[in-house]
Nanobody, 121 residues
């Protein structure tokens, strides 16, 4: 069973940084890409970034966010810098066979439960 567990959310002041982690298990991680998405209250889900675990290729939709992977821990992190109040949202990691603009728009096959990030002004 595919399991994706996010951690690292919390409250941060505007201008600060936060790093989210996604722990993946239950599948062959190298066969998948991991992506990060977010959904703010009353807004549509937004794709942020994804990384192909097998070769490290990445796709970014937000220049302030950096995705990286730790193969030994089967973990993908999202480092978020210069945070703004409008970055407040529930952040989700997800897994799919593909990484790119298409899945960033349509969504991925498997999802975590999300972690809340709140940016105060």
């Amino acid at each position: 069973e595919v399991q994706l567990v996010e951690s690292g959310g919390g409250l941060v002041q505007a201008g600060g940084s936060l790093t989210l982690s996604c722990a993946a298990s239950g599948f062959t991680v190298d066969d998948y890409a991991i992506g990060w998405f977010r959904q703010a209250p009353g807004k549509q889900r937004e794709g942020l970034s994804c990384i192909v675990n097998s070769d490290g290729r990445t796709y970014f939709a937000n220049s302030r966010f950096t995705i990286s992977k730790d193969n030994t821990k089967h973990t993908v992190t999202l480092e978020m810098d210069h945070l703004k109040p409008e970055d407040t949202a529930v952040y989700y990691c997800a897994a799919d066979r593909f990484c790119g603009p298409g899945v960033m728009r349509s969504g991925m096959d498997h999802w975590g439960k999300g972690t809340l990030v709140t940016v105060s002004s």
